[in-house]
């Protein structure tokens, strides 16, 4: 069936790098993307979203990146600072309820 | 502006035990959701709430979860009989769409 995954199950970056977590979406009827940062014990928290109008959005050190031709959504997070340690969950929707991808845990080596 | 509120946080029942989850949603917003994740995974939409009416209830197991909303505002979920496999953080969410806004979660074990 159509799902929303992710290639990589975790990521770790040195703080202050960049960090780049990637997500493949394979219903090509979805319209909207979000992203989500969930904290151990917390709800997930949204981060940034994007319609499929636009190939680009940026937040405050996040960019979101939509390539509809791959199916592909990546979040960008500059200077990746400790607090942005968590797990990432992208997410997609097409006039149906959000469908969320198992999501990548980003470790940030201080 | 105060977010998803739900209780309890934690819950530990055994099985065959009724139990019972409670959300309050940001002030305004009409559409409740509650998603169920099993841990190492995403959540998953159990049921979705416009105003008091149910909007999407297909992946609700009906024989042992039932939700409602009365006066569209607050919600509960419960389940009787628990099982095993309904070990999970049950979360809350609402949306002035399409953004969705999540509560905290209650971690249910059941023994």
């Known amino acids: 069936g159509e799902s929303v995954g992710l290639h990589l199950p975790t990521l770790s970056v040195q703080e202050g790098d960049n960090s780049i977590i990637n997500c493949a979406y394979s219903n090509s009827a979805s319209d909207y993307f979000i992203w989500y940062k969930q904290e151990s014990g917390k709800g997930p928290q949204f981060i940034i979203d994007?319609?499929?109008?636009?190939d680009k959005r940026q937040g405050q050190r996040v960019t979101v990146l939509l390539n509809k031709t791959v199916k592909h959504l990546s979040l960008q997070i500059a200077a990746t600072q400790p607090g942005d340690s968590a797990v990432y969950f992208c997410a997609e929707s097409g006039n149906t309820p959000l469908v969320f991808g198992k999501g990548t845990r980003l470790s940030v080596i201080a | 502006e105060a977010g998803v509120a739900q209780s309890p946080r934690y819950k530990i029942i055994e099985k065959r035990q009724s139990v019972a989850f409670w959300c309050n949603p940001i002030s305004g917003h009409a559409t409740l959701y509650w998603y169920q994740q099993i841990l190492g995974q995403g959540p998953k939409l159990l049921i979705q709430f416009q105003n008091n009416g149910v909007v999407d209830d297909s992946q609700l197991p009906k024989d042992r979860f039932s939700a409602e909303r009365l006066k569209g505002v607050d919600s509960t979920l419960k389940i009787q009989p628990a099982k095993l496999e309904d070990s999970a953080v049950y979360l809350c969410a609402s949306s002035h769409l399409p953004k969705q806004f999540f509560g905290p979660g209650t971690r249910l074990t059941v023994l």
């Open positions: 994007i319609r499929s109008n636009m």
